[in-house]
Nanobody, 124 residues
Framework: QVQLVESGGGLVQTGGSLRLSCTAS????????MAWFRQVQGQEREFVAG???????TYADSVRGRFTISRDNAKSTMYLQMNNLEPEDSAVYYC??????????????????WGQGTQVTVSS
């Protein structure tokens, strides 16, 4: 069982930056595929970015070039650096994980471990 705890959300103006962190416990993150999703109330949970345990990253088209996902296996932590934020990026951001290292899955149904979420609000 993996426990995930997110931090780093907040309120920022358009064009600003935030860095989200997701710290895992209970299992080595090097054996996990991990991802960030986001959800606006009333809408489906949306894939943002993911990273395989063996390396390699995948991004949603809407964030590619603005967001950077990374991980520090020694610290059991995954990060999401978000630059040039837009009001459309406002959502609750969730950290997700699943066993296996070979692929990043885009569907939230493919992940069985979730954090509690952290709110990101971008003002115009």
């Amino acid at each position: 069982q993996v426990q995930l705890v997110e931090s780093g959300g907040g309120l920022v103006q358009t064009g600003g930056s935030l860095r989200l962190s997701c710290t895992a416990s209970g299992r080595a993150v090097s054996s996990l595929t991990m991802a960030w999703f986001r959800q606006v109330q009333g809408q489906e949970r949306e894939f943002v970015a993911g990273t395989r345990g063996t390396g390699g990253t995948t991004y949603a088209d809407s964030v590619r070039g603005r967001f950077t996902i990374s991980r520090d296996n020694a610290k059991s932590t995954m990060y999401l650096q978000m630059n040039n934020l837009e009001p459309e990026d406002s959502a609750v951001y969730y950290c997700a994980a699943r066993g296996g290292v070979s692929a990043v899955y885009l569907s939230p149904r493919s992940y069985n471990q979730w954090g509690q979420g952290t709110q990101v609000t971008v003002s115009s």
